[in-house]
């Protein structure tokens, strides 16, 4: 399922993502995550073992929601199978990362996690949920 345009212009802004995934007893494990969408698939990065690569290992199917934080409050629920690939290209990182710091704060986390061990992981939603809040209205 693809987002419409409103969504997309969303999706394009700065939201720290939330991924969720269920370990192999079952158990949920939520945590954020920043994202780039692009081509109707996010794509995101996390490090190799992790929580989040040992649950969709076990189980593919997650949820990530994107909300504003601010009134009026507004997300989107992507749920879909997660597929796990090779480390992120420096570039791709860079990309992820400049969204959510600036470019001095990027260039020193580009450079902390340099020797770390990471995966990809990409969604391409099933289903696409949106909440429009009322509140502060």
Same mark, same amino acid.
């Not at 939330?18 to 954020?32: E, N, Q, S, Y």
């Not at 959510?100 to 289903?127: A, D, F, H």
């Given at each position: 399922?693809s987002?419409? &345009?409103?969504?997309?212009a969303?999706l394009?802004?700065?939201?720290?993502?939330?991924?969720?995934?269920?370990?192999?007893?079952?158990?949920?494990?939520?945590?954020?995550?920043?994202?780039?969408?692009?081509?109707?698939v996010?794509?995101?990065?996390t490090?190799?073992?992790?929580?989040?690569?040992r649950n969709?290992?076990?189980n593919p199917e997650?949820?990530?929601?994107?909300d504003?934080?601010?009134l009026?409050?507004?997300?989107?629920?992507?749920?879909?199978r997660?597929?796990?690939?090779?480390s992120?290209?420096? &570039?791709?990182?860079?990309?992820?990362a400049?969204?959510?710091?600036? &470019? &001095?704060?990027t260039?020193?986390?580009?450079?902390?996690?340099?020797?770390?061990?990471?995966?990809?992981?990409r969604?391409?939603p099933?289903?696409?949920?949106e909440?429009?809040?009322?509140?502060?209205?």
């Amino acid at each position: 399922m693809s987002p419409n &345009e409103a969504q997309e212009a969303f999706l394009r802004e700065g939201n720290v993502a939330v991924l969720a995934t269920v370990d192999r007893r079952g158990r949920a494990h939520a945590a954020p995550i920043w994202y780039i969408y692009a081509d109707g698939v996010f794509v995101m990065s996390t490090g190799r073992g992790s929580q989040k690569h040992r649950n969709i290992d076990a189980n593919p199917e997650v949820t990530l929601v994107i909300d504003r934080r601010s009134l009026p409050y507004y997300y989107l629920t992507a749920r879909g199978r997660a597929e796990i690939g090779p480390s992120l290209s420096q &570039e791709d990182r860079r990309r992820i990362a400049s969204r959510y710091l600036n &470019e &001095e704060q990027t260039r020193r986390y580009l450079e902390r996690m340099s020797g770390l061990e990471s995966i990809s992981v990409r969604l391409k939603p099933r289903k696409i949920i949106e909440f429009n809040g009322q509140a502060g209205r």
